[in-house]
C-alpha cells in the first residue's frame, strides 16, 4: 500500500517541480559600465536614476550588475573587456555593437545672472573661464570642439570633471564664469549644494540635443536592448520615466 501510494503521488509530483523550474531559473547576467553619479540619470551609487531605470526596463530579461567609473572610461569599456555593456557613449568603433540613441541631454553655456555676461556664439566663451564635464569637447563637437580639444590655446582657461558635483560647485564658488552642463544636472546638483538655478542664465549656443548610446560587446543583446526600448516608448513606460526623475525635453528618443 505505501509504495502504490508513493506512485501515485510521481505525477503531482512531476508537475510541480516543472511548474516552479522556470521561476528560478536564473537571468544572463550582464557586466554593465555606467558613469559616476549624476542625478537624476545616475543616483545613489547607480541603484537609481533615469539611465539605470531605462537600462532595467528595456533589458528586464538580464540580470544587470553594475560598475561605475569616471565618463570618459565609459567609452572603451566593452573594448578593454571591463563590461558587456557600457551606457552612454557616443564614440564608433569596429567590433562593437551600438544601440540606438536611448537618451539625450539638453546642454547650455550657464552664467551667473548677476554677472551680465554677453554669450550669444561659442567662439564668446573663450573669453571666460569655462568648466566642462569630461570629455565635453568630444560630445559636442562642432566649434566647441574645435576650439576646446586637446592642446588647444583656449584650454588655458577650460577644465573638465569626472565628478559634476564638483563642477557645480566650482561654478558657484566664483572660480569660474560659465558651466557647460546639461540643464537637469545643473539644476538638480545646485538645489542639493543651496543655490538657486534662477539666479543663472542658460545659453543655448548648442544643438538642442545631445544623444548617446549603449555599447554591447554582443549583437544580440543589443538588440534585446533595442527592442526593449521600443517597447518602452511604444507603451508610453519612456515618458512616465522622464516625469519620474524631473526631465523636461521638447522631443524624445521616441519621436525619431
Known amino acids: 500500500m505505501p509504495g502504490r501510494c508513493f506512485r501515485?503521488?510521481?505525477p503531482a509530483l512531476f508537475a510541480?517541480?516543472?511548474?516552479?523550474?522556470?521561476a528560478v531559473a536564473?537571468?544572463?547576467?550582464?557586466?554593465?559600465?555606467?558613469?559616476?553619479d549624476i542625478p537624476p540619470y545616475v543616483m545613489r551609487q547607480a541603484t537609481d536614476g533615469l539611465e539605470v531605470a531605462i537600462a532595467g526596463q528595456a533589458l528586464a530579461e538580464y540580470e544587470l550588475r553594475v560598475v561605475q567609473m569616471p565618463y570618459a572610461a565609459l567609452e572603451t569599456a566593452v573594448q578593454q573587456g571591463r563590461a558587456d555593456v557600457s551606457i552612454g557613449v557616443q564614440q564608433r568603433e569596429p567590433g562593437i555593437f551600438y544601440s540606438r540613441e536611448f537618451i539625450t541631454f539638453v546642454n547650455a553655456a550657464?552664467?551667473?545672472?548677476a554677472a551680465g555676461l554677453a554669450i550669444t556664439t561659442v567662439m564668446d566663451l573663450t573669453r571666460y573661464r569655462v568648466l566642462a564635464w569630461e570629455n565635453a569637447w568630444y560630445d559636442l563637437g562642432g566649434a566647441f570642439g574645435e576650439l576646446f580639444a586637446p592642446n588647444s590655446p583656449h584650454r588655458a582657461d577650460y577644465t573638465e570633471f569626472a565628478d559634476q558635483r564638483e563642477q557645480v560647485r566650482r561654478f558657484w564658488s566664483d572660480t569660474a564664469d560659465i558651466a557647460v552642463i546639461d540643464r537637469s544636472v545643473f539644476a538638480w546638483f545646485?538645489?542639493?549644494l543651496g543655490y538657486r538655478s534662477d539666479e543663472a542664465v542658460a545659453h543655448l549656443l548648442f544643438a538642442p540635443v545631445?544623444?548617446?548610446?549603449v555599447a554591447f560587446r554582443d549583437a544580440a543583446v543589443r538588440d534585446d536592448f533595442d527592442r526593449g526600448l521600443a517597447r518602452l516608448c511604444a507603451g508610453g513606460g519612456y515618458d512616465t520615466l522622464l516625469a519620474r526623475y524631473g526631465v523636461v525635453l521638447e522631443t524624445t528618443i521616441c519621436a525619431g
Open 8 to 10: 501515485s503521488l510521481l
Open 16 to 22: 510541480a517541480l516543472l511548474a516552479v523550474g522556470p
Open 26 to 36: 536564473e537571468k544572463p547576467a550582464l557586466r554593465v559600465a555606467l558613469s559616476l
Open 110 to 113: 550657464i552664467s551667473k545672472k
Open 190 to 192: 545646485s538645489q542639493e
Open 210 to 213: 545631445t544623444g548617446f548610446r
